[in-house]
């Protein structure tokens, strides 16, 4: 039997482990290593909608990718009803730049009344049917869905990685000095992966970039609507009614740092704030959340690497829904 590392608890690192454990895949043990002092998850640093938003099959292969990882989502949510998952709707809108809006979202309408609130000004806009997820609720139901299922023993090492060699299965050297032998290691971690591309040379990993994005968190917010996504030529604006928990955001700026935006946060929040007919709390209420999210060539997520080291990633902007549509595709091509 086979040992497994995989490297990173985000996402995709917690889905491999779901879907392997669904899919009745059996090894010696699976080790999960991950530092989320030296490397935070992008994962709990995100708005976590999946939604179609307009794209539609047969124009690329990444649109085609989106498409069938948003159906797969949706089967996920309908069949296994995960915890920390809620369906909502999705609402979005434009005054400028109709034409292309139009033509993404054909089946929108200019009005300001939308079902649970109304605009101050007519917009074009389109509703969709999306989930809303709690990172913190959904990375725990998966972790413990792959526990429960018994598939494998299960070890979780808190440190970071720093060498790797390949012979006789792949050596594996961490920050505090140990070294692990592994017969197959996946890297699933994030905007950390581009760091090995001397180990896969000429590959997505050479031209990935650290996008960082950033968004306002405020708690204890008492709206009487059910829970709702909005996006506004671009804003954000998150209402999870279950947690009373407002997002507001997001930026996105390409940099290794995790130094919010701050000016650019409060135009959102000031946009937002004229546009909705809903009472934002005050500003100096909010926490400031960070993610360094990973964007590979022509934005497409990659599993590259063969035998026994493989390094999947680049989930962007869909890493909700990527991330386990990936998972499963990994489990059925290389394991
Ligand atoms: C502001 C913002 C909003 C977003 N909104 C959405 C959205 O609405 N919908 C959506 O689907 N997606 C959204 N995303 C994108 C989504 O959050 C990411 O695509 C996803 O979280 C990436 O997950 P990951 O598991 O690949 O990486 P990460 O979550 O970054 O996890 C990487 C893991 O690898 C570990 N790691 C890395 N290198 C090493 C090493 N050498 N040794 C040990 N451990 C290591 C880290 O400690 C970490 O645990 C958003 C992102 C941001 C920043």
Not at 160 to 173: K, N, S
Not at 214 to 232: D, M
Request: hydrophobic share 40%; charged share 20%.
């Amino acid at each position: 039997m086979t040992t497994l590392a995989i490297i990173g608890n985000g996402i995709l690192g917690r889905s491999l482990l779901y879907i392997l454990a669904k899919e009745q895949k059996s090894f010696e043990k699976i080790t999960l290593l991950h530092s989320d002092s030296f490397a935070f998850p992008c994962t709990l640093h995100s708005t976590a909608i999946v939604a179609p938003r307009g794209v539609t099959a047969g124009h690329s292969s990444l649109g085609d990718l989106i498409v069938d990882a948003f159906h797969g989502f949706k089967e996920h949510v309908t069949f296994d009803t995960p915890k920390g998952v809620d369906t909502i709707l999705q609402f979005t809108g434009a005054t400028t730049k109709l034409e292309a809006f139009k033509g993404r979202y054909p089946q929108g309408k200019v009005t300001k009344e939308l079902p649970y609130f109304n605009l101050k000004r007519e917009a074009y806009l389109a509703i969709e049917e999306a989930y809303m997820v709690d990172p913190e609720s959904y990375n725990d139901w998966l972790m413990d869905e792959a526990k429960m299922r018994k598939q494998y023993p299960l070890e979780i090492i808190n440190d970071f990685v720093i060498e790797v060699e390949q012979h006789d299965g792949v050596h594996v050297r961490t920050q505090q000095g140990r070294t692990f032998n592994f017969d197959k290691v996946v890297f699933a971690g994030g905007n950390y992966n581009r760091f090995w591309s001397q180990l896969v040379p000429e590959s997505a990993l050479k031209t990935s970039k650290a996008v960082q994005g950033s968004y306002f968190e405020f708690n204890n917010v008492h709206w009487p609507c059910p829970s709702f996504s909005l996006t506004f030529e671009g804003d954000n604006l998150v209402w999870n009614k279950g947690l009373g928990r407002l997002l507001i955001g997001s930026t996105t700026e390409v940099t290794n740092h995790v130094m919010p935006q701050m000016s650019e946060l409060k135009g959102i929040y000031q946009r937002l704030s004229v546009l909705v007919d809903l009472n934002l709390p005050d500003i100096s209420s909010a926490q400031i959340k960070v993610g360094l999210r990973e964007k590979a060539r022509k934005r497409e997520p990659y599993t590259i690497g063969s035998g026994d080291l493989f390094f999947m990633g680049g989930m962007y902007k869909n890493g909700y829904s990527l991330a386990l549509k990936m998972a499963k595709n990994f489990s059925h091509q290389h394991l």
